[in-house]
T-cell receptor, first 118, second 110 residues
Framework: ETGVTQTPRHLVMGMTNKKSLKCEQH?????MYWYKQSAKKPLELMFV???????ENNSVPSRFSPECPNSSHLFLHLHTLQPEDSALYLC?????????????????FGEGSRLTVL | QKEVEQNSGPLSVPEGAIASLNCTYS??????FFWYRQYSGKSPELIMF????GDKEDGRFTAQLNKASQYVSLLIRDSQPSDSATYLC??????????FGAGTRLAVHP
């Protein structure tokens, strides 16, 4: 496989469920990101990891819990979500963090996990 | 004030015309500017980036940057139906982040 893969592609969960989104990148990149995309709204950055270390937590509610066990894998654990959390969750990777002088700002996105909270 | 503003569209242009997509931003300290394209049901992909004032051309695409006016645009010449997508403007937002606009939907009709 190449690029950035996300599973599941679609997820429906109740407000009391616990589920996880998985992301895997096969690009040898050092930085990984979770973004939330809601209809008619800008992409919202949620979390940033660099070499498995979390470097940014963008005021995300604690019902979203990220995990980065190694530089190729990123998880987003979900629990007691609200209906307004329904959105497309995009994982992305980049060679290095955006602050790196060698980084053109190219994020490679996965296809996303479409989450519906009932 | 939103950090990155784009007209949501849809911007409708005939095939072969020039499509002009615009973006304004609020942070004068931004140094890097990007255009991503997102087809319906797909993920965003980078098509252009620009750092310096002026124009940058890549094939049918031209990015224009005016830092004094805090304005960045994307021109698509000889628009094709395959260019129909949502175009996301993004700026470097300091450490570790790109700040995106909500996107402009472009529809190119035959």
């Amino acid at each position: 496989e190449t690029g950035v893969t996300q599973t599941p592609r679609h997820l429906v969960m109740g407000m009391t469920n616990k589920k996880s989104l998985k992301c895997e990148q096969h690009l040898g990149h050092n930085a990984m990101y979770w973004y939330k995309q809601s209809a008619k709204k800008p992409l919202e950055l949620m979390f940033v990891y660099s070499l498995e270390e979390r470097v940014e937590n963008n005021s995300v509610p604690s019902r979203f819990s990220p995990e980065c066990p190694n530089s190729s894998h990123l998880f987003l654990h979900l629990h007691t979500l609200q209906p307004e959390d329904s959105a497309l969750y995009l994982c992305a990777s980049s060679q290095d963090l955006m602050t790196s002088g060698t980084n053109t700002g190219e994020l490679f996105f996965g296809e996303g996990s479409r989450l519906t909270v009932l | 004030q939103k950090e990155v503003e784009q007209n949501s569209g849809p911007l409708s242009v005939p095939e072969g015309a020039i499509a002009s997509l615009n973006c304004t931003y609020s942070d004068r300290g931004s140094q890097s500017f990007f255009w991503y394209r997102q087809y319906s049901g797909k993920s965003p992909e980078l098509i252009m980036f620009i750092y310096s004032n002026g124009d940058k051309e890549d094939g049918r695409f031209t990015a224009q940057l005016n830092k004094a006016s805090q304005y960045v645009s994307l021109l698509i010449r000889d628009s094709q139906p395959s260019d129909s997508a949502t175009y996301l403007c993004a700026i470097s937002g300091g450490y570790n982040k790109l700040i995106f606009g909500a996107g402009t939907r472009l529809a190119v009709h035959p």
